[in-house]
């Protein structure tokens, strides 16, 4: 399984190239290399600094030497970082159009499980799947004012088809209010008719000028709500149920400790009264808005006469949301909990939830060893969990490790003929490097593995959220003055402060600082409070945040 060219890749989405390659850090924390220990009679493998042409005291890279795989260090250069865990972990590839992406089999497995979660939800809250065309209109996208004046530069525009020019432009979808509206007001005509609550997964296409994988790319995949209701009460607790679904998938599936919150009318999405948004933080503290959902009030239903007749027979606009999240989750997911090793993947949307690893040296042990393997194999897939045997005879043990540690995959059982001989396994966790995150001795006896097992994938699942939302609070400043908040960002930390002042003022501190409001957040800190640039009372404080 080579890894990706990642000059190609790097080149595509506008970084500096580098060469692919595989570090050895294990954690987010700064830890000592220590050669990796490879149990049940294998020889030990070292892994070496490679000092690449520098000091070693910098840009130390540490290289696997049967294999050229290389990750720079978070460190040195996040950007680079990223660029390298998606190669080498084969989450994507470039296309040959400049900023789209081919998402690789192992990365569209975490978008499936993403997909999964969500399906359900979206159901058990009264929603139906539909699709609707790629291609709209350019009259339809007009129809809206404020909403082509948001999506005009990034539209993607058809003029010729079947070698003839078009009468008129057929956009590719950016996103879907129109088209939905056009289709909504030919089967909406009563009350009866509502509310209408429909999803579509579809991909989208934005013309992005800066790309970055899976965050920001020409082309993504996505999930686009759409609903219709009678009253304005209706639409906006279908947008905060939504949000609230978004958000719940956040903290128990991907263990990312997501902000909700209310954006401010600067940041509010083009044609929408109301965006409801969740903010992320990544591993460098830049926030990355994860999903939003939007209460449309009557924007659209009055450019498109989107009509039903009341219980009195009055004709009366619908009000309406639109809600979504994209692929841009799984780059989230590796910002969040990837280290220099690679991935770390939550066990919940992990495609590979455990790694076996049968060892053997002389040929008569390999028959008992793969015996054993098949049956623990047997025994954790029968219990719901997702099993991997790598019984490859290319690869050493020690790169079979570094390799599944480098793809995220939370827990690794290694199982050699002294294993086979004591009826038990061994097993290491991803989330804590070294001797510490390895158990001997677990028996394979059914009951005890399997409750082991799923034991040790919750606690993973727990410990990945704990410290996610030990590193975002601990790089949230409370700030009273712009001085302050100038202060927080010039840092790299996160703002949070009141505000009342206009939106000329938070243009201002875009301009100058870099930083927008992510959110005004849910919850709020109780008490009166003076607007951190004008002084005057404020209501609610907002987190300031550079983002992606």
Same mark, same amino acid.
Request: charged fraction near 25%; glycine fraction near 6%; aromatic fraction near 10%.
């Given at each position: 399984?080579?890894?990706?060219?990642?000059?190609?890749?790097?080149?595509?989405?506008?970084?500096?190239?580098?060469?692919?390659?595989?570090?050895?850090?294990?954690?987010?924390?700064?830890?000592?290399?220590?050669?990796?220990?490879?149990?049940?009679?294998?020889?030990?493998?070292?892994?070496?600094?490679?000092?690449?042409?520098?000091?070693?005291?910098?840009?130390?890279?540490?290289?696997?030497?049967?294999?050229?795989?290389?990750?720079?260090?978070?460190?040195?250069?996040?950007?680079?970082?990223?660029?390298?865990?998606?190669?080498?972990?084969?989450?994507?590839?470039?296309?040959?159009?400049?900023?789209?992406?081919?998402?690789?089999?192992?990365?569209?497995?975490?978008?499936?499980?993403?997909?999964?979660?969500?399906?359900?939800?979206?159901?058990?809250?009264?929603?139906?799947?539909?699709?609707?065309?790629?291609?709209?209109?350019?009259?339809?996208?007009?129809?809206?004012?404020?909403?082509?004046?948001?999506?005009?530069?990034?539209?993607?525009?058809?003029?010729?088809?079947?070698?003839?020019?078009?009468?008129?432009?057929?956009?590719?979808?950016?996103?879907?209010?129109?088209?939905?509206?056009?289709?909504?007001?030919?089967?909406?005509?009563?009350?009866?008719?509502?509310?209408?609550?429909?999803?579509?997964?579809?991909?989208?296409?934005?013309?992005?000028?800066?790309?970055?994988?899976?965050?920001?790319?020409?082309?993504?995949?996505?999930?686009?709500?759409?609903?219709?209701?009678?009253?304005?009460?209706?639409?906006?607790?279908?947008?905060?149920?939504?949000?609230?679904?978004?958000?719940?998938?956040?903290?128990?599936?991907?263990?990312?400790?997501?902000?909700?919150?209310?954006?401010?009318?600067?940041?509010?999405?083009?044609?929408?009264?109301?965006?409801?948004?969740?903010?992320?933080?990544?591993?460098?503290?830049?926030?990355?808005?994860?999903?939003?959902?939007?209460?449309?009030?009557?924007?659209?239903?009055?450019?498109?006469?989107?009509?039903?007749?009341?219980?009195?027979?009055?004709?009366?606009?619908?009000?309406?949301?639109?809600?979504?999240?994209?692929?841009?989750?799984?780059?989230?997911?590796?910002?969040?909990?990837?280290?220099?090793?690679?991935?770390?993947?939550?066990?919940?949307?992990?495609?590979?939830?455990?790694?076996?690893?049968?060892?053997?040296?002389?040929?008569?042990?390999?028959?008992?060893?793969?015996?054993?393997?098949?049956?623990?194999?047997?025994?954790?897939?029968?219990?719901?969990?997702?099993?991997?045997?790598?019984?490859?005879?290319?690869?050493?043990?020690?790169?079979?490790?570094?390799?599944?540690?480098?793809?995220?995959?939370?827990?690794?059982?290694?199982?050699?003929?002294?294993?086979?001989?004591?009826?038990?396994?061994?097993?290491?966790?991803?989330? /804590?490097?070294?001797?510490?995150?390895?158990?001997?001795?677990?028996?394979?006896?059914?009951?005890?593995?399997?409750?082991?097992?799923?034991?040790?994938?919750?606690? /993973?699942?727990?410990?990945?959220?704990?410290?996610?939302?030990?590193?975002?609070?601990?790089?949230?400043?409370?700030?009273?003055?712009?001085?302050?908040?100038?202060?927080?960002?010039?840092?790299?930390?996160?703002?949070?402060?009141?505000?009342?002042?206009?939106?000329?003022?938070?243009?201002?501190?875009?301009?100058?600082?870099?930083?927008?409001?992510?959110?005004?957040?849910?919850?709020?800190?109780?008490?009166?409070?003076?607007?951190?640039?004008?002084?005057?009372?404020?209501?609610?404080?907002?987190?300031?945040?550079?983002?992606?």
């Amino acid at each position: 399984m080579g890894a990706l060219r990642l000059p190609s890749l790097t080149s595509l989405f506008a970084t500096s190239a580098r060469s692919p390659s595989l570090s050895r850090r294990r954690h987010h924390l700064c830890l000592p290399l220590r050669p990796l220990s490879v149990q049940s009679g294998t020889p030990e493998k070292e892994i070496s600094p490679e000092l690449d042409g520098l000091k070693a005291n910098q840009n130390t890279r540490i290289v696997d030497k049967e294999k050229d795989r290389v990750i720079t260090p978070r460190s040195q250069d996040f950007n680079a970082w990223y660029l390298d865990i998606i190669s080498n972990a084969e989450l994507a590839d470039y296309g040959p159009v400049r900023g789209t992406m081919v998402i690789r089999p192992y990365g569209y497995a975490i978008w499936e499980a993403i997909q999964e979660y969500l399906n359900v939800k979206f159901k058990e809250t009264g929603h139906s799947n539909m699709y609707f065309p790629q291609f709209i209109p350019y009259s339809f996208i007009e129809k809206e004012a404020s909403h082509v004046e948001g999506f005009s530069p990034e539209l993607a525009l058809v003029t010729i088809g079947g070698g003839k020019e078009l009468e008129e432009k057929l956009v590719v979808r950016p996103t879907s209010e129109t088209i939905v509206n056009h289709m909504f007001t030919q089967w909406i005509h009563s009350y009866r008719d509502l509310p209408l609550m429909i999803n579509q997964w579809a991909n989208v296409t934005r013309w992005e000028m800066r790309t970055k994988p899976f965050i920001r790319t020409l082309e993504f995949l996505w999930q686009e709500g759409h609903t219709a209701h009678t009253t304005l009460e209706e639409a906006e607790k279908e947008a905060l149920q939504m949000i609230d679904v978004y958000t719940k998938f956040a903290y128990e599936q991907a263990a990312i400790p997501v902000i909700a919150g209310r954006k401010s009318r600067v940041e509010t999405f083009a044609g929408a009264n109301r965006t409801y948004t969740i903010e992320a933080m990544m591993g460098d503290r830049k926030a990355l808005q994860a999903g939003t959902s939007h209460n449309l009030g009557q924007n659209f239903s009055q450019a498109f006469g989107t009509q039903f007749t009341d219980e009195n027979g009055q004709r009366q606009h619908v009000w309406q949301t639109s809600w979504a999240i994209s692929t841009r989750f799984v780059g989230g997911i590796i910002m969040t909990h990837g280290d220099d090793t690679g991935l770390m993947l939550p066990p919940k949307l992990a495609p590979v939830q455990v790694v076996i690893v049968p060892i053997w040296k002389k040929a008569d042990e390999r028959t008992g060893v793969f015996n054993a393997t098949s049956s623990v194999k047997d025994t954790l897939q029968a219990a719901g969990i997702k099993v991997k045997v790598d019984d490859s005879d290319q690869r050493t043990p020690g790169w079979k490790y570094n390799f599944w540690e480098m793809k995220g995959v939370p827990l690794r059982i290694e199982i050699g003929p002294r294993d086979v001989s004591s009826g038990t396994v061994v097993i290491s966790r991803r989330d /804590i490097p070294g001797k510490q995150g390895k158990v001997f001795g677990i028996s394979m006896d059914c009951s005890i593995l399997v409750a082991y097992v799923k034991g040790l994938l919750d606690e /993973i699942q727990s410990c990945l959220l704990e410290r996610a939302t030990s590193f975002r609070d601990c790089n949230i400043v409370d700030v009273s003055s712009y001085d302050e908040l100038k202060e927080a960002i010039s840092q790299g930390k996160w703002a949070r402060g009141p505000w009342s002042a206009r939106d000329e003022d938070e243009l201002k501190i875009k301009e100058e600082t870099g930083a927008t409001i992510r959110c005004f957040p849910f919850e709020q800190p109780q008490g009166t409070k003076s607007c951190l640039m004008t002084g005057s009372p404020a209501e609610e404080v907002a987190i300031f945040a550079k983002s992606y």
